[in-house]
C-alpha cells in the first residue's frame, strides 16, 4: 500500500524568496513580467575608454553615412511592423512546420513592406535588383524559404536564358507569380556534376509540334536532393539534367526551367514527385527538398538556349555567342561565392559581438587572494587569444569580400560594354584567376567562420550553450555554408589547377603578362626569386618592430604559397615521371596529391586576404580619422601573424623564418592581443547589430545579460507554461505520490532469484 504524501510546505516557494525574480511571477500559471536595469557598468566603461570612433567604422561599413541611416530605417521597419510577424522571440519553441510557415508569412510580409517603399522601382520592380534588399533581408533576421529564388533562380535565368526566354519568365519571377530554385545536387552526386543522372530526352512533335522535352529520374540516386526552396515553396526548378537530342546523343549537361507545381492551386503537377527532406542541424525554415520526374513533359523551349540550342528535329548546336557573352554567365554566377565570402564576415562578426560583450560581462576569479572584485573574462589572455584573431578576421573578410564583388562586378560590366581587342577586354586568364581566388577563398573564409563561431559558442562557458545565447541557431544555421556552392575539400582543387597551368606558362618561358591583372600575379614574382635566390629569399625582421609591419607579414605569406605551388608541381612532375602519363595514372597522382592540395590553396588565401585587408585600410584612409586606421591596422597585423603562429612549421621548414623569429611571433601576438582589449567592445559595437538581429541575451547592446537570461528562461520556455509541469499527472506522480517507486525488499529478492533461474 502506497505511503500517504508528505504534508504540504508551509514556507514560500523558493522563488518567491528573491525579490529579483518575484516579480515575474503571476499567480500559478504563466511568468509574464520582464526584469529591467540600467545598462551594464562593465560595457559603459569598455565603450568609454575606446580609442576610436565606433560610428566612424560603422558608416565605413555600411558603405557611407547615407547608407547606416537608410540600414537603419529598414531595420526599424521590420523590428516595429504593425503586424507583429517578425517576432522571433518564440522561434525555439515552435515546431518544425510551425517555422516554416512563420516564415512564409514573412517573406509575404517582406515582399509587402519592400512594394510599399518603392523598392525596386530603378530596376523594373525587380525588388531583389535593389541594392539594399540584401540589408532588408538581413533585417529580418531569420531565414526565409523562398532564398533561392533570389540566390540562385533568378540570376540562371538571367545568365543562360537567351532575350525571349527572359521577356517571358523574368516578369513572372519579378511578380513572385514563379517561385524557382536551382536543382542540381542529387541523392548520390553533387559536385561531381558529370555523374548527374536526371535526363532530358528530346522527342518530337508535341503539343506545339516543335518538339518537347521529357524529364526523367531514372533511378534512386538519380532524384534532385537537398535545393533549397525545392520541398514546399518553388511552382518551378531550374534543373540540370544530361540532354539526349533527337539522335539519342548524350550531349552533357544542360539547363531546363521545369515546372514543378500548378501555379494558382499550388499541387504538384503529374509527374512530378517533391517532398521536403526533413529536419536537418539547422537552416529548418528552409524547405530543402526532393525530386523525381516521372517522364515529365516540357517545352522545348524550356531548355535554356543562351549558349547552345536545339531546333524542332532534336538537333543539338552550340550557339555562337561572343566570348564575352560566355564569361559574363560564368562571372555572374561566380558572385554567388563572393556573396558567401561577404557572408562569412556577417556570420563571425555576430558570434563575435555576442561572445565579447559576454565576456565583458561575465565576471570569474579574482585578481589576488583576499579581493572581492571578480575578473572580466575579456582580461584572460587565454580568452583574448580565442576570441580577438575571429574579430580581426571578421574585418579581414570584410575588405575582402567587398573587393571581389567589387571585382566580379567591373569584370561584368567590362564584358558587355567591351569590343574584341580593345584595351579593357577581359582574358580567359583574368576570368580563370576570379574563379581560383573566389574557390579558395568561399572554402577558407566558410571554414573559419563556421569553426570561429562554435569557438565564440565555447567562449561563452554554459550559457553559450543556451539556445537564448544566440549562438547554437547562428552556428545550425551557418554550418550549411562549408558544403553549399562547392565543397570546402573540392574547392581548393579548382583553384590549385589554375595556379599550376600559370606555373606551368612560368617554367615552359611563356609569356605570363596576361596575369598582371589577375591576383596570382604576385606568385610569379616570388617565384622567380624563389627559384633564383633560394638561399637570400628570407624573412629578414630582427626586432618586434620590424615584424610589426604589414608589408613584413604579406610577403612571408606570399613567400610561403609560392614555395608550397613549387613544392607541389615538382612532387606531381616526379609522381608522374615515374609512372605511365595516362589519365588514370594523373588522376591517382593528383588523389596522392590532395592533401598539398589543400595545404597550397589555404596558403594562397591567406596571402589574398592579407594583401585585401591591408589595401582595403589603404582605401578607407581618406574617409577615417588616424585613430580609426590605428585599430584596424592591428587588427591586420593580429589576423596576418595568428596564422603564421598556426601554421608555424611551414615557415620554419625551408627556414624563411628562423627560431627566434618564430619567438617573435608569437610575442608580438601577445602584444597585438593587449593592444586589441581596450577597443574590442567599440569594435564590434561598430558592426551596428539590433539586438533584434543578434536573437542574444548574452550579446545584448545594454549588457542586461543575467535578467535577459531569466526572462527567457521563464517566459519562452514551454515547460513554464505552468508552474506544475507537463507529465506531472500522467507520469511524475506515480512516483512521488503513488509509490511506484518504493522499496520493498522481500520483492527484490524474489525477482533476484528469479534471475538466477
Not at 574617409?623 to 589576423?639: H, K, P, Q, W, Y
Request: hydrophobic share 40%; proline share 3%.
Amino acid at each position: 500500500m502506497s505511503k500517504a504524501p508528505p504534508p504540504a510546505a508551509t514556507y514560500a516557494t523558493p522563488a518567491l524568496q528573491n525579490s529579483h525574480v518575484a516579480n515575474l511571477l503571476t499567480g500559478t500559471t504563466a511568468y509574464t513580467k520582464q526584469i529591467t536595469i540600467t545598462s551594464n557598468s562593465d560595457l559603459e566603461r569598455e565603450r568609454n575608454r575606446c580609442t576610436f570612433n565606433a560610428s566612424t567604422l560603422t558608416h565605413m561599413l555600411d558603405g557611407g553615412a547615407t547608407s547606416t541611416l537608410r540600414r537603419r530605417e529598414l531595420e526599424s521597419m521590420i523590428e516595429n511592423d504593425p503586424s507583429g510577424i517578425f517576432d522571433n522571440s518564440q522561434n525555439a519553441n515552435m515546431s518544425r512546420p510551425e517555422r516554416h510557415v512563420r516564415a512564409l508569412a514573412k517573406t509575404v510580409r517582406m515582399i509587402e513592406l519592400a512594394r510599399s517603399i518603392g523598392m525596386g522601382n530603378d530596376h523594373d520592380g525587380h525588388i531583389i535588383a535593389d541594392d539594399f534588399f540584401g540589408v532588408l533581408l538581413a533585417s529580418v533576421a531569420d531565414d526565409l524559404p523562398a532564398a533561392l529564388h533570389w540566390v540562385m533562380f533568378v540570376p540562371n535565368i538571367m545568365s543562360l536564358c537567351d532575350d525571349e526566354q527572359q521577356k517571358n519568365w523574368l516578369p513572372l519571377c519579378r511578380d513572385w507569380k514563379m517561385i524557382g530554385c536551382y536543382a542540381q545536387t542529387e541523392l548520390g552526386h553533387g559536385s561531381n556534376v558529370r555523374g548527374l543522372e536526371t535526363t532530358a530526352t528530346f522527342r518530337p512533335g508535341g503539343s506545339a509540334g516543335d518538339g518537347e522535352w521529357v524529364i526523367h529520374s531514372p533511378t534512386l540516386t538519380s532524384g534532385k536532393f537537398w535545393p533549397g526552396t525545392l520541398g514546399r515553396t518553388a511552382n518551378h526548378a531550374m534543373v540540370i539534367a544530361r540532354l539526349i537530342d533527337g539522335s539519342g546523343v548524350d550531349r552533357g549537361m544542360q539547363n531546363f526551367l521545369v515546372p514543378l507545381r500548378d501555379m494558382r492551386t499550388h499541387q504538384p503537377l503529374q509527374g512530378v514527385t517533391v517532398a521536403d527532406i526533413g529536419p536537418k542541424i539547422g537552416y529548418n525554415n528552409m524547405d530543402n527538398g526532393l525530386a523525381y520526374f516521372d517522364h515529365v513533359v516540357i517545352p522545348r523551349r524550356n531548355m535554356a538556349m543562351r549558349f547552345a540550342t536545339v531546333d524542332e528535329r532534336g538537333n543539338f548546336t552550340k550557339r555562337k555567342v561572343s566570348d564575352a557573352a560566355s564569361k559574363v554567365a560564368y562571372v555572374t554566377m561566380m558572385q554567388v561565392r563572393a556573396l558567401i565570402v561577404n557572408e562569412a564576415g556577417k556570420a563571425l562578426a555576430m558570434a563575435v559581438t555576442v561572445c565579447t560583450r559576454y565576456s565583458a560581462v561575465r565576471r570569474q576569479g579574482f585578481k589576488e587572494k583576499g579581493s572581492k572584485t571578480e575578473v572580466q573574462i575579456l582580461d584572460y589572455v587565454q580568452q583574448q587569444h580565442r576570441i580577438f584573431p575571429l574579430l580581426a578576421a571578421s574585418y579581414c573578410f570584410f575588405f575582402t569580400g567587398r573587393q571581389i564583388i567589387q571585382r566580379l562586378r567591373s569584370i561584368e560590366r567590362i564584358l558587355v560594354q567591351q569590343k574584341a581587342g580593345t584595351a579593357n577586354s577581359v582574358t580567359k586568364e583574368m576570368v580563370a584567376d576570379i574563379h581560383a581566388s573566389s574557390s579558395c577563398l568561399k572554402s577558407f573564409t566558410t571554414t573559419i567562420a563556421a569553426d570561429g563561431i562554435e569557438e565564440c559558442r565555447k567562449a561563452c562557458g554554459g550559457h553559450g550553450f543556451l539556445v537564448s545565447s544566440g549562438l547554437p541557431e547562428l552556428l545550425g544555421a551557418y554550418l550549411q555554408n562549408p558544403t553549399v556552392e562547392g565543397d570546402n575539400h573540392m574547392l581548393p582543387q579548382q583553384t590549385v589547377r589554375v595556379l599550376l597551368k600559370m606555373l606551368q606558362t612560368l617554367n615552359s618561358g611563356g609569356d605570363v603578362s596576361a596575369y598582371k591583372k589577375c591576383d596570382s600575379w604576385y606568385l610569379v614574382k616570388e617565384i622567380q626569386n624563389i627559384i633564383s635566390s633560394p638561399d637570400t629569399n628570407m624573412c629578414s625582421a630582427e626586432t618586434l618592430d620590424d615584424l610589426l609591419k604589414g608589408s613584413t607579414i604579406l610577403q612571408a605569406f606570399r613567400h610561403r604559397a609560392a614555395r608550397l605551388l613549387l613544392e607541389l608541381a615538382g612532387n606531381i612532375a616526379e609522381k608522374t615521371s615515374n609512372g605511365s602519363s595516362s589519365e588514370t595514372q594523373q588522376q591517382n597522382v593528383w588523389n596522392q596529391s590532395l592533401v598539398q592540395i589543400a595545404r597550397v590553396s589555404k596558403a594562397h588565401s591567406l596571402a589574398l586576404l592579407m594583401n585585401h585587408f591591408l589595401e582595403g585600410i589603404e582605401a578607407e584612409s581618406s574617409n577615417l580619422g588616424n585613430a580609426e586606421i590605428r585599430v584596424l591596422n592591428d587588427l591586420a597585423l593580429l589576423f596576418g601573424l595568428y596564422h603564421i603562429e598556426q601554421a608555424m612549421g611551414d615557415f620554419l621548414e625551408d627556414q624563411y623564418l628562423t627560431s627566434s623569429q618564430s619567438t617573435l611571433v608569437r610575442d608580438s601576438v601577445l602584444l597585438l592581443l593587449k593592444r586589441v582589449r581596450i577597443n574590442a567592445v567599440g569594435l564590434v559595437d561598430a558592426r551596428d547589430f539590433t539586438d533584434f538581429r543578434l536573437k542574444s541575451a548574452l550579446g545584448r547592446k545594454d549588457g542586461n545579460v543575467y535578467p535577459a537570461i531569466i526572462n527567457e528562461s521563464l517566459m519562452t520556455g514551454g515547460l513554464n507554461d505552468q508552474h506544475v509541469g507537463p507529465g506531472y499527472a500522467e507520469h511524475l506522480r506515480k512516483l512521488t505520490v503513488d509509490g511506484v517507486g518504493e522499496y520493498h525488499p522481500a520483492a527484490a529478492n524474489t525477482q533476484l532469484q528469479h534471475s538466477r533461474l
